[in-house]
């Protein structure tokens, strides 16, 4: 076990849908990113935030958004869905001098 | 270009035996740093091993060691004495820069099957 909970495990939405994705990191880790593993783009970083600030983007969508809470939880919003958004999204979390810990996944499929 | 590059999709290795993954690597940065992660068919991703660029040995986690060849931009796994549980999609990933952060490049994945 990782420490990192991310809920739900499973989403099933249709297009033009709107779903949340939480993140819980392990305890003590003040940066949190997010993942997306698609069948044709791969594990991809979307963005990352420390101590609830923004820190780095990268290919993440203008629909796509996050943040991080003042418990350091995160949310991962995903809108106006597609089916091409349909992936495996990761949360990851890390403190200074620490591997990079994954949760399990939330697998979202957008029908 | 691709920063990380594994050119092999899918392995066979004999149980007990020892099975090397392939993974090179492009930056321009002198300071990286390049890990590998093991996703099982249950989807989660578990770190195995992490090189660091001015690192001079090689990193070794017990049966897990990292073969880094600077020069060649290469950084293969190592696996020894395989086993049953091995068998998943092994991924090489890259952090460029001296920072800590975690924004990693992946390559494609190579996935290893381990027969009995």
């Known amino acids: 076990d990782s420490g990192v909970t991310q809920t739900p495990k499973h989403l099933i939405t249709a297009t033009g849908q709107r779903v949340t994705l939480r993140c819980s990191p392990r305890?003590?880790?003040?940066?949190v990113y997010w993942y997306q593993q698609s069948l044709d783009q791969g594990l991809q970083f979307l963005i990352q935030?420390?101590?609830?600030?923004?820190?780095a983007k990268g290919n993440i969508l203008e629909r796509f958004s996050a943040q991080q809470f003042p418990d350091l939880h995160s949310e991962l919003n995903l809108s106006s869905l597609e089916l091409g958004d349909s992936a495996l999204y990761f949360c990851?979390?890390?403190?200074?001098?620490?591997?990079?810990?994954f949760g399990n996944g939330t697998r979202l499929t957008v029908t | 270009a691709q920063k990380i590059t594994q050119t092999q999709p899918g392995m066979f290795v004999q149980e007990k035996e020892a099975v090397t993954l392939d993974c090179t690597y492009d930056?321009?940065?002198?300071?990286?740093?390049l890990f590998w992660y093991k996703q099982p068919s249950s989807g989660e991703m578990i770190f195995l091993i992490y090189?660091?660029?001015?690192?001079?040995q090689n990193a070794t986690e017990g049966r897990y060691s990292l073969n880094f060849q600077k020069a060649r931009k290469s950084a293969n796994l190592v696996i020894s004495a395989s086993q049953l549980g091995d068998s998943a999609m092994y991924f090489c990933?890259?952090?460029?820069?001296?920072?800590?952060?975690?924004?990693?490049?992946f390559g494609a994945g190579t996935t290893v099957t381990v027969r009995a």
């Open positions: 990851a979390s890390s403190s200074q001098g620490s591997p990079l810990h």
């Open positions: 305890s003590g880790d003040l940066s």
């Open positions: 935030y420390y101590n609830g600030e923004e820190r």
């Open positions: 930056t321009s940065d002198p300071s990286y740093g």
């Open positions: 090189q660091g660029s001015y690192d001079q």
């Open positions: 990933a890259m952090r460029e820069g001296a920072s800590n952060d975690y924004k990693l490049s």
